[in-house]
C-alpha cells in the first residue's frame, strides 16, 4: 500500500463563505475558483516525488490541501489517504496527531515562518511538547540539541532567535523541526528557492541523506525542474490545476512529451551546451487565470506546437509508450489516471494513439 | 572638464575599496576589497557570487550610489565626480534595473508614470508621450498605449520586469546595470527577460553588467564572467573559458553543485566568512578543497595559500585567476600564467 495515495483531488476557493452550504460542495457556482482540479498520484515509502510548475499552477495549494490547512474558503473534493486513512473526512483530533507526526510540511521563506521574537530551540521542541505532553523538559531539550546536530548546527544554537541565524541556518531549522515528530512524510515547498546555489547544494544533499537514513517519503515542490530532477525519483508537471506530465525524474526532465514539461525544461540553461548559449527558449504567454479556463486542453493558447482540435479536447493523462491498451469509454476527465508502471503519462492529444481526434467526435456527439 | 577618452571601458572600477563600520564595533568590514572591473561598450558582463560576497555594494559603488573608502569609479575613462549634478548627469548614461519588479514599481503609479519619472527627473518634458512609449515597445510591452494607464498589480511577473526595464531605457543610457534581473521570475518568464537583454544589446549595443548568483544565466547572456568571493574577484574571462574549464578551485566547487553537472558535487561546508575577519593569505583557503586534499601541499604552495595574498586581478578582458595552486599546476603556456602573473600583489 502506498503511503499516500491522492485521488481525483479538487480544491476551489469559493468567492463567497456563505455560498458554501454542504449540498454544494463540489458544484461550481459563480466567482469559483477552481484551483486544482482533479489530481491524482500515489507516493510510496522512502520514494521522492518532485512537482513542478509555475506560479499559480495550484502545487503549493495541493501542497496545504495535503495537510488540510487551506482557509475556510477553500472547499475540497476525493480522496487523500495517508497510510490508508481519509485526512479529507479524518476528525480535527486525528488530524492534529497525524500533522507533524505523520507528516510535516518545510515551507518555503524560513524568515517568515520562523518565529521572530522565540528562539529556535522553543519553536524546535514545541511539536514535541504537543504531540509528547509527558516528556519532560530536559528531555526535549536533548532532543532539540539531537535533532540541530542532524541538521548540522551545534546544539547550543538552540538558544539563537532567527535573526541571528543566516538563511541556510533558519532553513536547518525548518527542517530540524519538521523532523522533530519522526514523520512519514515531509512536503517541502520550495526549500531552497532564494538560498545561494552552495547553500542550496548543502541543505538538498542534507533532505537526501535524512530521506534515505530514515526512509522518510518526501513531497518537494518547485519551479525549478532541474533541482526536482536532481533530487526526486518521479516527477510531475502541474498546469492550471493539473498534472500534465508525470514519470521517471530523468526521462521527464531530459525528454519530456508535454509541450509545457518541454518549455520548463528547456528554461533551465545547461552550462557548456552550446544551445542554451545566448538562444534564449521562453514561454511566452501566462498560465490562464484559474477562474477563466480556456477551452480544451488549457495550456493551447500558449503552446507552439498545438493542433487544430486542441481548443476542443481536454486529454486526461495517457502512458507514452501506449504500453496500455485503453478501454474504450475510459477516456478524458480524470477517469484516466491509472497507474502505468515505471511509465511517463502525460496529458496531451499528441500522446494519444489518434492524436486524440476520436475525442472530438464524441464531444460533438 | 576633462572629455571622455575614446575606445575607453564605459564603465571601470579601478583598485575600488568599500569598507563599512562593523555593527558591533569591531573592526570595519571590508565589502570590496580591492576590484579592478571593465565594462566595455556593447558587452554584457556578469558579475557572479553568493549573498555577502561584496557583489551589490560593488554594482552600488559603479552607479555612484556608494563612495568607494580609496580607488575609483570610471565613466569612459573619467573619475566619477560624486556632486549632485555630476551624478545626475553620469546616471543619464548608466541606468539601474532592479531585482523583485513588485518591490521597485510604485502600486499607485500608472506604468506611463513609472516609465516618464526618470525623463521628468531630468527635466525632458517635450516628447514625453513618444519617448515613453518607445521605451516600452523596445521593452517587450507592445502595443505600449495598451499598458500607458494599467496598474502594476494588473500586470504578469514579467511584464513588470520590462516596466523595470522600460523605465531604465527611457533615458537612453549605453549600460545597465542589473542586480538579479531574473531571480524572482519563473523559469518560462526568465528566458523572455535575459532574450530581451540580448536583443537590446544587439539593436542598441546597451553594455549591461548582470550581478547575480546564478551561473547559468551567465551562460545564457554574458560575454565575459567575473567570480567574486569575499570582497575581491578571484577569476575572470570569457564566459566559454571560466565555465567550461574552471581553474579557482572555488568557481569549480560552484559549478559542481549546480543540478546536472557532471561529476560528484564538490559541496563547501559553512558559509563565507566574515567580512569583517578575512582570512589571511588566499581568502578563500579556509575552505578550499584543493588545499584540504593535500594537493596544494603535493604542488608545493600550501604554505603560500596559508600565508601570501594571491593579490588583486587586474581589469580588462584577459583570463586571470587569484589563486596559487592554479597559477602553479597551469602549463607554461597556459592562460593562467601571462596576465595573472602579471597581477598587482
Same mark, same amino acid.
Given at each position: 500500500m502506498s503511503l499516500l495515495?491522492?485521488?481525483?483531488?479538487?480544491?476551489?476557493?469559493?468567492?463567497?463563505?456563505?455560498?458554501?452550504?454542504?449540498?454544494?460542495?463540489?458544484?461550481?457556482?459563480?466567482?469559483?475558483?477552481?484551483?486544482?482540479?482533479?489530481?491524482?498520484?500515489?507516493?510510496?515509502?522512502?520514494?521522492?516525488?518532485?512537482?513542478?510548475?509555475?506560479?499559480?499552477?495550484?502545487?503549493?495549494?495541493?501542497?496545504?490541501?495535503?495537510?488540510?490547512?487551506?482557509?475556510?474558503?477553500?472547499?475540497?473534493?476525493?480522496?487523500?489517504?495517508?497510510?490508508?486513512?481519509?485526512?479529507?473526512?479524518?476528525?480535527?483530533?486525528?488530524?492534529?496527531?497525524?500533522?507533524? #507526526?505523520?507528516?510535516?510540511?518545510?515551507?518555503?521563506? @524560513?524568515?517568515?515562518?520562523?518565529? #521572530?521574537?522565540?528562539?529556535i530551540g522553543a519553536q524546535i521542541g514545541e511539536p514535541i511538547r504537543l504531540h509528547s505532553p509527558k516528556v519532560g523538559d530536559a528531555e526535549i531539550r536533548r532532543r532539540v540539541g539531537e535533532l540541530l546536530e542532524h541538521v548540522g548546527l551545534p546544539a547550543r544554537r538552540a538558544d539563537?532567535? $532567527?535573526?541571528e541565524l543566516s538563511g541556510g541556518q533558519r532553513q536547518r531549522v525548518m527542517i530540524a523541526m519538521a523532523l522533530a515528530c519522526d514523520p512519514q512524510l515531509i512536503v517541502a515547498d520550495e526549500p531552497t528557492t532564494a538560498l545561494d546555489v552552495m547553500i542550496q547544494a548543502q541543505i538538498l544533499t542534507l533532505i537526501e541523506s535524512l530521506v534515505a537514513e530514515q526512509g522518510?517519503?518526501?513531497?518537494?515542490?518547485?519551479?525549478?525542474?532541474?533541482?526536482?530532477?536532481?533530487?526526486?525519483?518521479?516527477?510531475?508537471?502541474?498546469?492550471?490545476?493539473?498534472?500534465?506530465?508525470?514519470?521517471?525524474?530523468?526521462?521527464?526532465?531530459?525528454? @519530456?512529451?508535454?509541450?509545457?514539461?518541454?518549455?520548463?525544461?528547456?528554461?533551465?540553461?545547461?552550462?557548456?551546451?552550446?544551445?542554451?548559449?545566448?538562444?534564449?527558449?521562453?514561454?511566452?504567454?501566462? $498560465? $490562464?487565470?484559474?477562474?477563466?479556463?480556456?477551452?480544451?486542453?488549457?495550456?493551447?493558447?500558449?503552446?507552439?506546437v498545438r493542433l487544430g482540435h486542441c481548443d476542443l479536447v481536454d486529454p486526461s493523462l495517457w502512458p507514452t509508450a501506449g504500453r496500455e491498451v485503453p478501454d474504450d469509454g475510459e477516456s478524458h476527465k480524470g477517469?484516466?489516471?491509472?497507474?502505468?508502471?515505471?511509465?511517463?503519462?502525460?496529458?496531451?492529444?499528441?500522446?494519444?494513439?489518434?492524436d486524440g481526434l476520436s475525442l472530438v467526435e464524441k464531444e460533438s456527439a | 572638464m576633462s572629455e571622455p577618452i575614446p575606445n575607453a571601458p564605459i564603465l571601470s572600477a579601478e583598485d575600488v575599496h568599500v569598507e563599512f563600520e562593523a555593527r558591533r564595533g569591531d573592526g570595519r568590514a571590508r565589502a570590496v576589497d580591492g576590484v579592478n572591473l571593465d565594462i566595455a561598450p556593447g558587452e554584457i558582463v556578469a558579475l557572479v557570487g553568493e549573498s555577502g560576497c561584496g557583489k551589490t555594494t560593488l554594482a552600488r559603488t559603479l552607479l555612484g550610489l556608494e563612495?568607494?573608502? !580609496?580607488? =575609483?569609479?570610471?565613466? %569612459?575613462?573619467? +573619475? /566619477?565626480?560624486y556632486t549632485s549634478k555630476a551624478l545626475k548627469r553620469f546616471r543619464r548614461d548608466v541606468q539601474l534595473v532592479l531585482q523583485d519588479p513588485s518591490g521597485s514599481l510604485n502600486p499607485r503609479h500608472t506604468v506611463y508614470d513609472a516609465v516618464a519619472e526618470g525623463l521628468r527627473i531630468h527635466g525632458d518634458v517635450p516628447d514625453e508621450r513618444e519617448r515613453v512609449a518607445d521605451a516600452l515597445s523596445r521593452a517587450g510591452l507592445r502595443p505600449p498605449e495598451r499598458f500607458f494607464l494599467r496598474f502594476p498589480h494588473e500586470l504578469s511577473g514579467g511584464q513588470r520586469q520590462r516596466v523595470v526595464i522600460a523605465g531604465a531605457l527611457v533615458l537612453e543610457?549605453?549600460?545597465?546595470?542589473?542586480?538579479?534581473?531574473?531571480?524572482?521570475?519563473?523559469?518560462?518568464?526568465?528566458?523572455?527577460?535575459?532574450?530581451?537583454?540580448?536583443?537590446? %544589446?544587439?539593436? /542598441?549595443?546597451?553594455?549591461?553588467?548582470?550581478?547575480?548568483?546564478?551561473?547559468?544565466?551567465?551562460?545564457?547572456?554574458?560575454d565575459r564572467v567575473a567570480?567574486?568571493?569575499?570582497?575581491?574577484?578571484?577569476?575572470?574571462?570569457?564566459?566559454?573559458?571560466?565555465?567550461?574549464?574552471?581553474?579557482?578551485?572555488?568557481?569549480?566547487?560552484?559549478? !559542481?553543485? /549546480?543540478?546536472?553537472a557532471p561529476g560528484a558535487p564538490v559541496v563547501l561546508q559553512g558559509e563565507p566568512p566574515d567580512p569583517t575577519r578575512i582570512?589571511?593569505?588566499? =581568502?578563500?583557503?579556509?575552505?578550499?578543497?584543493?588545499?584540504?586534499?593535500?594537493?596544494?601541499?603535493?604542488?608545493?604552495?600550501?604554505? =603560500?595559500?596559508?600565508?601570501?595574498?594571491?593579490?588583486?586581478?587586474?581589469?580588462?578582458?584577459?583570463?586571470?585567476?587569484?589563486?596559487?595552486?592554479?597559477?602553479?599546476?597551469?602549463?607554461?603556456?597556459?592562460?593562467?600564467?601571462? +596576465?595573472?602573473?602579471?597581477? =598587482?600583489p
Open positions: 495515495e491522492v485521488k481525483d483531488l479538487t480544491v476551489t476557493y469559493r468567492a463567497s463563505t456563505s455560498a458554501a452550504s454542504p449540498e454544494k460542495r463540489g458544484s461550481a457556482g459563480a466567482g469559483d475558483v477552481p484551483a486544482v482540479r482533479g489530481v491524482s498520484f500515489t507516493l510510496d515509502a522512502g520514494q521522492k516525488l518532485g512537482l513542478a510548475g509555475e506560479s499559480g499552477c495550484g502545487k503549493s495549494t495541493m501542497a496545504l490541501a495535503l495537510l488540510r490547512l487551506l482557509p475556510k474558503t477553500a472547499h475540497l473534493t476525493g480522496e487523500i489517504r495517508f497510510d490508508g486513512e481519509d485526512l479529507l473526512t479524518m476528525s480535527w483530533g486525528r488530524l492534529r496527531a497525524v500533522r507533524w #507526526a505523520g507528516a510535516s510540511i518545510v515551507f518555503q521563506g @524560513a524568515m517568515h515562518s520562523l518565529n #521572530a521574537v522565540q528562539r539563537a532567535y $532567527p535573526h522518510i517519503s518526501l513531497l518537494m515542490i518547485s519551479h525549478d525542474l532541474s533541482v526536482l530532477a536532481d533530487t526526486c525519483d518521479r516527477l510531475a508537471i502541474m498546469y492550471a490545476g493539473r498534472i500534465v506530465e508525470e514519470g521517471p525524474a530523468a526521462t521527464v526532465f531530459g525528454a @519530456a512529451r508535454h509541450p509545457y514539461g518541454q518549455a520548463l525544461a528547456a528554461a533551465f540553461p545547461r552550462i557548456g551546451d552550446p544551445a542554451s548559449r545566448r538562444r534564449l527558449q521562453g514561454l511566452a504567454g501566462d $498560465p $490562464p487565470d484559474p477562474a477563466d479556463l480556456p477551452a480544451g486542453c488549457s495550456f493551447h493558447p500558449r503552446c507552439a477517469k484516466g489516471n491509472r497507474p502505468a508502471g515505471d511509465g511517463t503519462r502525460a496529458a496531451c492529444v499528441r500522446v494519444l494513439p489518434d | 563612495k568607494p573608502t !580609496s580607488g =575609483r569609479v570610471l565613466h %569612459r575613462g573619467i +573619475p /566619477l565626480a543610457p549605453n549600460v545597465i546595470v542589473a542586480d538579479e534581473p531574473v531571480a524572482s521570475l519563473d523559469a518560462s518568464v526568465r528566458g523572455e527577460i535575459l532574450a530581451l537583454l540580448l536583443r537590446l %544589446r544587439d539593436e /542598441l549595443g546597451l553594455a549591461a553588467l548582470v550581478v547575480t548568483h546564478d551561473l547559468g544565466l551567465a551562460w545564457n547572456i554574458a567570480v567574486m568571493y569575499l570582497g575581491r574577484i578571484v577569476e575572470t574571462g570569457p564566459v566559454e573559458k571560466i565555465l567550461t574549464a574552471p581553474e579557482h578551485p572555488y568557481t569549480q566547487a560552484l559549478l !559542481s553543485v /549546480l543540478p546536472e582570512p589571511a593569505g588566499c =581568502r578563500f583557503h579556509v575552505r578550499c578543497p584543493v588545499l584540504a586534499s593535500g594537493a596544494a601541499a603535493a604542488a608545493g604552495v600550501d604554505g =603560500r595559500c596559508r600565508g601570501d595574498d594571491p593579490g588583486v586581478l587586474a581589469g580588462g578582458t584577459a583570463i586571470q585567476v587569484a589563486c596559487h595552486y592554479a597559477r602553479t599546476v597551469s602549463s607554461p603556456d597556459g592562460p593562467s600564467d601571462g +596576465p595573472a602573473a602579471a597581477a =598587482r
